[in-house]
């Protein structure tokens, strides 16, 4: 390479490096070498024929602006392949026309691309068996819609996120499986970020990254579990970046699940958390009373177990945490029932509840409190739901609000609709009111407590 060639390609580089990140620069364009430029072709060396498909599919518009404004507008491009270091052979590889800045034609998938794909998915978790309820509609709504139409709808990437055991993995195994039954030649996968993080690790020790990314490109659909546990491993974070990019550019499917919300994580690049906010966060709350029900009463006609209202209730009442705590309920009854051959009586679901779940001295329905606090008050519950703003209607319903959060697990939200669908805002204010009368008013403190004990007993 003669000298003016040299300074030309540093020109390029250099207009490179302002418009990307360190990490990509030194990536993919730092190892770049420049072999030969004449007659207006530029032979620019390569490690191996991946980074240049890489470089191709994701950064051509710069690489071209970069060599046109520098080399002039007639330059040609091709890439020398290193194919054996020992023998130092190598192979010409071809690059897009660089016209207009833009890429003409897709680089050809290598051959595997077509092979049978395994998705990893657990066939169990469906959409058939995920239960809707106000916790999870939103969440389940979105699966729906990626399902229906994956990579091309604004929820991309989809982040679920929240407690242990809220159904996270059930909703993303469900959006999956969905996907591959409706559309068979789809490459969907679903990895924990634990098998992706060993997954990363062994293919650095053996230097096959290139051969890593280019599996990880050839997805639909991918679905990645529990990615907080990307915390503080910088490796697999800056991999994991390049993949994102590539297929979030390319119009495939990204289902991010977490215990945290973008904004909780720790330890993760701030690029990274940026893009898991791009397209929708959606939180799954721990279910509801009404939604545990709807999960027992489910589960109990899928596995033919024969429980009574008072045995279901009574499990819902106390299983508030999380859905494996029912699971779990359920599957020592379906046990007992089967290996004792036996009906399952409440005294028996009472041990087996004690011994699995802290139990709830008592569970309260919102309507027992407005039912309450109206006949404490002398008011009526139309009134409550209504748009008055008298003292004494005001101040039941802020009552039925302060009480509502302290004894049941409802949200504001659910509050708000509740109480003739005031919103999340109104709510959150009047509980903090409450909050600050108790402090100096004793009469109201009192009240409250005698409510409160009234509503627990």
């Not at 599919?57 to 194919?83: Q, W």
């Not at 939604?291 to 024969?306: P, S, T």
């Not at 051959?341 to 004690?354: F, G, I, M, N």
């Amino acid at each position: 390479m003669d000298q003016r060639t040299a300074i030309q390609w540093k020109q390029c580089t250099e207009i490179i490096r302002d418009n990307v990140t360190p990490s990509v620069y030194n990536t993919w364009f730092a190892p770049l070498e420049v072999v030969n430029y004449e007659d207006g072709l530029l032979v620019l060396r390569v490690k191996s024929q991946f980074v240049a498909q890489y470089i191709e599919e994701n950064y051509i518009d710069l690489l071209s602006k970069a060599i046109l404004h520098v080399f002039g507008p007639d330059t040609r491009l091709e890439y020398r392949v290193l194919m054996d270091s020992t023998s130092g052979a190598t192979a010409t590889f071809r690059g897009e026309e660089l016209q207009n800045n833009k890429v003409h034609a897709p680089v050809a998938r290598p051959a595997y691309a077509n092979m049978h794909w395994e998705t990893y998915l657990n066939e169990a978790y469906t959409f058939g068996t995920f239960v809707q309820g106000e916790t999870n509609k939103l969440a389940r709504k979105a699966g729906l819609a990626i399902a229906k139409d994956p990579g091309k709808t604004i929820f991309n990437p989809l982040f679920i996120y929240g407690g242990s055991g809220v159904g996270k993995t059930h909703l993303a195994n469900a959006i999956g499986n969905q996907i591959a039954h409706n559309m068979p030649g789809c490459r969907v996968l679903y990895v924990s970020a634990n098998t992706f993080k060993l997954q990363y690790q062994e293919a650095a020790q053996q230097n096959k990254i290139p051969e890593f990314l280019l599996f990880y490109q050839n997805v639909d659909v991918l679905i990645v579990d529990d990615i907080q546990f990307f915390s503080g491993l910088k490796g697999t974070q800056d991999t994991f970046f390049h993949i994102f990019n590539y297929l979030h550019q390319s119009r495939k499917q990204l289902i991010l699940t977490s215990d945290k919300s973008p904004l909780q994580i720790h330890d993760v690049d701030e690029r990274l958390l940026t893009r898991f906010k791009w397209g929708l966060p959606v939180e799954i709350q721990k279910p509801d009373y009404q939604l545990r029900l709807a999960i027992l009463q489910d589960r109990v006609k899928r596995d033919g177990l024969e429980l009574s209202d008072e045995i279901i209730h009574y499990i819902a009442a106390n299983a508030c945490n999380n859905i494996r705590d029912i699971e779990g309920i359920l599957a020592s009854l379906m046990a007992y029932s089967t290996l004792m051959d036996s009906d399952v009586d409440l005294q028996l679901v009472k041990t087996v509840v004690e011994r699995l779940v802290e139990v709830q001295p008592k569970c309260v329905m919102m309507e027992d409190v407005v039912g309450l606090v109206c006949e404490h008050e002398n008011v009526t519950t139309a009134a409550i739901s209504g748009k008055s703003r008298k003292k004494e209607i005001v101040r039941a319903r802020q009552m039925i609000i302060w009480l509502a959060k302290e004894l049941t697990d409802r949200s504001y939200e659910d509050i708000g609709r509740q109480l003739g669908k005031r919103t999340h805002a109104t709510i959150l204010h009047a509980h903090h009111s409450m909050n600050d009368q108790m402090s100096y008013d004793p009469i109201l403190r009192h009240d409250l407590m005698l409510l409160k004990n009234e509503l627990t007993k």
